[in-house]
């Protein structure tokens, strides 16, 4: 349990007593899963107590290690390709999506497939088959090693480049490009390649695909990091959505922290806090966030004026 300067006395009309000062927590609205991740994570539950013989998800099918040890608990295996998968599994697909080829390798195998992919997910996959077969060289801003990216490159039926979030625009050889991004993308990041290349090339077609869910999440943490005298921001560190809502509170409120779970949690990092903020990945579980509010409200103000 996290330690303190415990009880002060008691001020006007108090004295001889002692009172409790606890720091104040105050929680994100947004916090904890989103509605495609519930949504996946719903799915999973539903096959697993279904289905009569093995199930497993394609990757991990949301990127939470607790949430994915919980699913382990359950039964229900990962993988990282078909290739793995023995006859008579039930494969489902997680929650950023699959590369097409994998969806057409387990299609070929006859293996049954339950499509956890989150809707939002899906349009910037659709819109990769579609403006690039309407002959536009499609842009995507975003992480080209995340999953969700992965497989929206592997939809392009043509010529495609992925832009690194504030990293270096390379010369595209091409009249029209379409510009999508990551759903995670933070939208000034989305903005500047947008109009970067809108002054190179004859026609730019842009289309957000930011999901409502990050740009809501985002907008709730910078409000909240304005309020606060430190934000813990919980989710897997493997979580791109995490991580962009830590750099975001960390550049209002230096004292932001990135952590799992609260066993991370050290009591010195909220010295002199009375009020801490909490916010989480769209991929964190409720238990998550709750076991990192406890630890924060059994936490006593220490060198607090
Ligand atoms: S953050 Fe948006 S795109 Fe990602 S899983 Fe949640 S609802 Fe879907």
């Known amino acids: 349990m996290p330690g303190g300067t415990g009880a002060r006395r008691a001020g006007h009309g ?14 994100a609205k947004t916090a904890g899963f989103c509605w495609g991740v519930r949504r996946t994570v719903d799915k999973v539950m539903e096959v697993a107590d279904q289905s009569s013989g093995p199930v497993v998800t394609l990757g991990p099918i949301i990127h939470n ?5 919980r699913f382990r608990e359950k039964g229900v295996g990962t993988v990282n390709a078909v290739g793995e998968v023995a006859d008579g599994t039930t494969v489902v697909v997680r929650t950023h999506g699959a590369v097409k080829e994998e969806l057409e390798r387990a ?14 997910v899906k349009y910037p996959q659709a819109m990769a088959q579609r403006l690039s077969a309407e002959g536009y060289h499609v842009v995507i801003v975003g992480d080209a090693n995340h ?6 490159v592997s939809f392009s039926e043509g010529p495609c480049t992925v832009v690194k979030p504030g990293g270096p625009i390379p010369e595209i050889p091409a009249k029209k490009v379409a510009v999508i991004a990551q759903t995670t993308c933070i939208g000034a990041d989305f903005e500047a390649v947008v109009g970067a290349l809108a002054l190179r090339h004859k026609e730019v077609r842009a ?37 962009h809502l830590a750099e975001i509170c960390r550049e209002i409120q230096g004292r932001t922290w ?42 006593r103000p220490q060198g607090a004026p």
């Open 14 to 27: 108090g004295e001889g007593r002692y009172i409790e000062r606890r720091v104040e927590v105050k929680i």
């Open 147 to 152: 999953a969700e990216i992965k497989g929206v």
């Open 258 to 299: 990135h952590v799992e779970t609260e066993a991370e949690l050290r009591p010195e990092w909220f010295e002199g806090c009375r009020v801490v903020g909490l916010s989480a990945g769209a991929s964190t579980p409720d238990w998550v966030v709750e076991g990192v509010a406890s630890w924060l409200r059994a936490l």
């Open 65 to 69: 290690p607790q949430a994915v040890a």
């Open 107 to 120: 299609d070929g195998r006859g293996l049954e497939v339950v499509d956890g992919t989150c809707p939002y």
């Open 207 to 243: 289309v957000n695909t930011i999901c409502n869910d990050t740009e809501e999440r985002q907008a709730d943490a910078r409000s909240l990091a304005r309020e606060v005298d430190a934000v813990v921001v919980v989710g897997g560190k493997n979580s791109a959505n995490t991580r």
